[in-house]
């Protein structure tokens, strides 16, 4: 069992970097001029040049390889299995804190540094792609947790299951964006 938990984030984190490589660019600002461009919206505040530079995402490098963001050189799909870990270690916890109210430090500190984490991961990784390796990795790593940890039954549907949910991954990481 242990086996399949880590086979199973190995492949989902190796599924996250098949994706084109992207780097988080320094911010720019627009070169100022004399003539304002026109309002996107015509009932919205004018665009200027002195308005806070944006984000830019930029590919890394011609090669495929790990997206890494530009300021701490860690790759964007570390990141996102180390929100994935957060996430189970605070649903687990929930589970825990049923016996042991301590637990519930856990719950929160899991949760609350996964969803400070995952915004630095769509920096560099379109949404939908990393919301569905992180809901799908969590949901199959908290049934094998949850098979070993509290002996809840991990039937050869169940096993199927979790197949299929890093299949779907695989598939949406494969289409591209």
């Keep these: 069992m242990a086996r399949l938990a880590v086979l199973t984030l190995a492949i989902i984190t190796r599924a996250a970097a098949l994706t ?3 780097m988080l660019a320094k911010p720019t600002r627009a070169p100022s001029c004399s003539r304002r461009p026109p309002p996107l ?3 919205g505040p004018p ?3 002195s308005a806070p530079p944006a984000l ?8 495929a390889g790990p997206r890494m963001l530009a300021l701490s050189g860690v790759p964007a799909s570390g990141l996102l299995a180390v929100t994935i ?3 189970v270690l605070a649903t687990t916890s929930m589970k825990l804190a049923e016996k042991q109210p301590l637990f519930y430090l ?3 500190g899991g949760y609350a540094a996964c969803f400070t984490i995952f915004p630095l991961v769509l920096r560099v990784m ?3 792609v990393a919301y569905a390796i992180w809901s799908g990795a969590g949901t199959a790593l908290t049934s094998v947790v949850s098979a070993f940890l509290f002996k809840d039954l ?10 299929l949910i890093i299949a779907g991954v695989v598939g949406l990481n494969l289409s591209g964006h």
Excluded at 56 to 63: K, T
Excluded at 154 to 160: D, I, M, Q
Aim: hydrophobic share 50%; aromatic share 2%.
């Design 154 to 163: 991990l039937t050869a549907r169940k096993v199927v299951s979790i197949g």
């Design 106 to 108: 856990g719950v929160f």
């Design 126 to 128: 379109p949404l939908g």
């Design 47 to 49: 665009m200027h040049a």
């Design 85 to 87: 870990l957060l996430e």
């Design 20 to 22: 084109p490589s992207l």
């Design 56 to 63: 830019a995402i930029r590919p890394a490098r011609a090669a």
């Design 41 to 43: 919206d015509p009932g």
